[in-house]
């Protein structure tokens, strides 16, 4: 009789674990594990200068990259994409306060604007755009100098206030609500001014 209850009570605990363990898995429990929408300014995988991903981290510490493209970045950051990186849905440009312009770059309205988008972030790291060298013939709207100090890396004071945005190096990722703050900053012409005024 003692056998069958203890018997009995290993698989009811058993039973229980597994149901726990399915209905919280590690990225939602306790394990410390995040998913964020991640970029970095530096050649890449994609042949580009921004490179889009989705990394998992805890405590600061990258686990896991898989890069994406700047069509499914804009959908999961707006919200109309299932991802574990924005699992509620939540448009993180408005969340932000940063302008449709910014995502929605080839809509009809936007390709009539002068304004900033998404693409030309690459303006941090390089001081010319690295697909227009000397002598090259810009494409229309094309931007050509950038505001970095030096050609392929920003100045001490320049890379001073990316930090504050949450990379150490250049080539680290931006993520999370860091690489938001930052995209709202970017569109800032105060924020580009001081940004361009940085040198050593």
């Known amino acids: ?29 306790n394990y410390g594990v995040n998913y964020h929408l991640a ?5 890449g995988p994609n042949n580009g200068y921004l490179n889009f991903a989705i990394i998992s981290e805890s405590n600061g510490r990258i686990l896991s990259t898989k890069f994406i493209t700047v ?8 919200g109309k994409q299932t991802s574990r990186a924005n699992d509620i849905g939540v448009n993180m440009f408005e969340k932000f306060g ?6 929605k770059y080839d809509s ?15 303006t941090l790291r390089y001081n010319r755009n690295p697909n227009c060298p000397p002598n090259c013939y ?24 990316l930090q504050q945005y949450g990379i150490i190096y250049m080539n680290d990722f931006f993520y999370g609500e860091n690489l938001f703050k930052l995209i709202a900053d970017f569109q800032n012409t105060s924020w580009i001014n001081t940004y361009i005024n940085s040198t050593e």
């Open 39 to 43: 970029l970095s300014i530096n050649p």
């Open 98 to 103: 940063i302008k449709d312009c910014m995502y």
């Open 138 to 161: 810009p494409t229309p709207n094309m931007i050509v100098q950038g505001y970095s100090q030096h050609k392929s890396h920003p100045s001490w004071p320049q890379l001073q206030i």
């Open 71 to 78: 069509a499914e970045f804009i959908r999961v950051a707006m």
């Open 1 to 29: 009789m003692k056998w069958r209850i203890l018997i009995v009570s290993i698989v009811f605990i058993f039973g229980h674990l597994t149901f726990f363990s399915n209905e919280y898995p590690p990225e939602k429990n």
């Open 108 to 122: 009809t309205d936007c390709k009539k604007k002068n304004e900033m988008n998404i693409h030309d972030l690459w």
